[in-house]
Nanobody, 120 residues
Framework: QVQLVESGGGLVQPGGSLRLSCVASGSMFSINAMGWFRQAPGKQRELVAGITRGGGTYYAEPVKGRVIISRDNGKNTVYLQMNSLNPEDTAVYYC??????????????WGQGTQVTVSS
């Protein structure tokens, strides 16, 4: 199985930036796609960005142009660089992994989440 640990969340002012990190361990040979989700209180969890083992990427419309997902396969680490943040980006951000190389749809493994708060 796969274990995921997120870090990098915190408090940032509107217009500011954060970089989230997700370190994966376990049976990573079976993982072909990883993604970042977010969930605000009382709201459904939504996919923010995804990346395949080969480096293909997907971005949800609300964050296009403001976030960049990347990965270091040697370190089993996935990053989410977030820029031009606004209060609507406030949420718990989760790292996820799946065996399928299709970045949308259901994921198989989840981290515990890291809080991102955008406020002045």
């Amino acid at each position: 199985q796969v274990q995921l640990v997120e870090s990098g969340g915190g408090l940032v002012q509107p217009g500011g930036s954060l970089r989230l990190s997700c370190v994966a361990s376990g049976s990573m040979f079976s993982i072909n796609a990883m993604g970042w989700f977010r969930q605000a209180p009382g709201k459904q969890r939504e996919l923010v960005a995804g990346i395949t083992r080969g480096g293909g990427t997907y971005y949800a419309e609300p964050v296009k142009g403001r976030v960049i997902i990347s990965r270091d396969n040697g370190k089993n680490t996935v990053y989410l660089q977030m820029n031009s943040l606004n209060p609507e980006d406030t949420a718990v951000y989760y790292c996820a992994a799946k065996k399928s190389l299709i970045m949308v749809g259901g994921y198989d493994y989840w981290g515990q989440g890291t809080q991102v708060t955008v406020s002045s």
